[in-house]
């Protein structure tokens, strides 16, 4: 397949697209999040937004029919791209060799769920990807979480979900991601895309969002304990942190002891408190109570 609709880099537009799913007789389906993105335009942006520097080896999420592979093989080191769905896995490497021959070699295509995906062939400096809207936040932390070396994350998600990650206390979107998210990394916001770049177009805005990561903050009780607490603190957003931890604590009064002794007040509520008080309140639970239950 030749470069069409003026693209002479190779990318793909709209007309490449909709080539290609007909050839592979492909119908994007909601159940994987399919909406493939169509401009070329959007995907060099999404590329500079990135700020890779060459030897990145970038991690690519859900790379569908290619239109940001493309674009990022000029400008990493190494591509690993993961693909649920296995017709496309098998046509990503074909597309590629066939649009960008020079950059082939740079590209490792795996047919897996992101979400099952704990070791790569290699370590991740990087992540880049136009994240399926149902599975966004779980796909981000999971992968945040299992490999220490990606220092950088450039995604685009729903802009409902972008907002919630880059949101600060206070917000009326902030919760449990804005919050887990910081255990790992600075969250920003980077953009917003509209629909039009999309086919099939959706019925929502994407936003991108750019995560950097940082060294966790200092916790005698660790990750799993302070998440614990996050959960705990948003289950029921209208309930004060005495009541609402009341459960994990073991009693609204041990709540009450390990939120002054965090230096929290009690009759605040969970939306107002950033990662560091969190982790806290899990020490202090994790003091007065033994080990949160997790």
């Not at 709209?14 to 335009?41: E, Y």
């Not at 929502?204 to 940082?214: A, F, H, N």
């Not at 929290?264 to 003091?287: C, F, H, N, S």
């Amino acid at each position: 397949m030749t470069p069409a609709e003026g693209e002479s880099d190779g990318l793909l537009g709209g007309r490449d697209i909709r080539a290609l799913a007909s050839a592979l007789d492909l119908r994007p389906t909601k159940r994987w999040g399919q909406n493939f993105v169509t401009d070329p335009n959007t995907v060099r942006r999404i590329v500079a937004a990135a700020r890779l520097d060459g030897d990145d080896v970038v991690l690519e999420v859900g790379p569908g029919l290619g239109s940001l592979t493309l674009a990022l093989l000029p400008h990493a080191r190494r591509v690993i791209a993961v693909e649920v769905d296995p017709v496309l896995a098998g046509q990503l490497p074909v597309t590629v060799a066939e649009r960008s021959p020079r950059f082939a070699e740079r590209l490792t295509v795996l047919q897996a769920d992101a979400m099952r995906v704990t070791e790569l062939p290699d370590a991740p400096t990087a992540m880049v990807a136009n994240l399926p809207y149902n599975v966004a936040v779980p796909v981000v932390l999971h992968l945040l979480e299992t490999f220490a070396s990606l220092r950088t994350v450039l995604v685009m998600v729903q802009k409902e979900v972008a907002d919630r990650l880059a949101a600060g206390p206070g917000s009326r979107v902030y919760g449990v991601p804005s919050v887990k998210a910081r255990w790992f990394a600075d969250v920003e916001p980077a953009g917003n895309i509209g629909t039009s770049v999309f086919w099939p177009v959706p019925h929502v805005e994407s936003g991108l969002v750019r995560i950097t990561r940082r060294d966790p903050p200092a916790s005698a009780a660790g990750r799993a304990a302070t998440f614990a607490v996050v959960d705990a603190a948003f289950a029921q957003r209208r309930k004060t942190l005495r009541s609402a931890l009341s459960g994990l604590a073991g009693s609204a009064a041990v709540a009450e002891q390990a939120l002054r002794a965090a230096g929290v007040d009690p009759g605040q509520r969970g939306e107002q408190l950033d990662i560091a008080d969190y982790v806290r309140i899990a020490d202090a639970l994790a003091t007065r109570s033994g080990e949160v239950s997790v």
